[in-house]
Nanobody
Framework: QVQVMESGGGLVQAGGSLRLSCTVS????????MGWFRQAPGKEREGVAC????????YYHSSVQGRFTISRDNAGRTLYLQMNNLKLEDTAKYYC?????????????????WGQGTQVTVSS
């Protein structure tokens, strides 16, 4: 059974930084593209960033381009999302996903395995 677990969320002031981490068990970590998604109250889940199996290719939502960086450590079986210059509108629950079944990696419905999410709250 695949288990995905996020950590690193919290409360931060606007302009601050956070780093999210995601670990996976029950699945070969380097086998799949992975992604970070977020969902704010009353909004649909949206793709934030995604990364290829080797880490050599990544894509970002336009709203986080230049501020967020996705990376992965296949040896350590951990996915990261470094978030800098956080804005109020970045407030959401952030989810890690793996086991891509095909399609564009920023689309939520292309991943089979999801974590429970970690809350990120940005205050003014």
């Amino acid at each position: 059974q695949v288990q995905v677990m996020e950590s690193g969320g919290g409360l931060v002031q606007a302009g601050g930084s956070l780093r999210l981490s995601c670990t996976v068990s029950g699945f070969r970590f380097d086998r799949s593209w992975m992604g970070w998604f977020r969902q704010a109250p009353g909004k649909e889940r949206e793709g934030v960033a995604c990364i290829s199996r080797s880490g050599g290719e990544s894509y970002y939502h336009s709203s986080v381009q230049g501020r967020f960086t996705i990376s992965r450590d296949n040896a350590g079986r951990t996915l990261y999302l470094q978030m800098n210059n956080l804005k109020l509108e970045d407030t959401a629950k952030y989810y890690c996903a793996t086991d891509l079944r095909g399609g564009r990696c920023l689309e939520p419905n292309v991943f089979n395995a999801w974590g429970q999410g970690t809350q990120v709250t940005v205050s003014s």
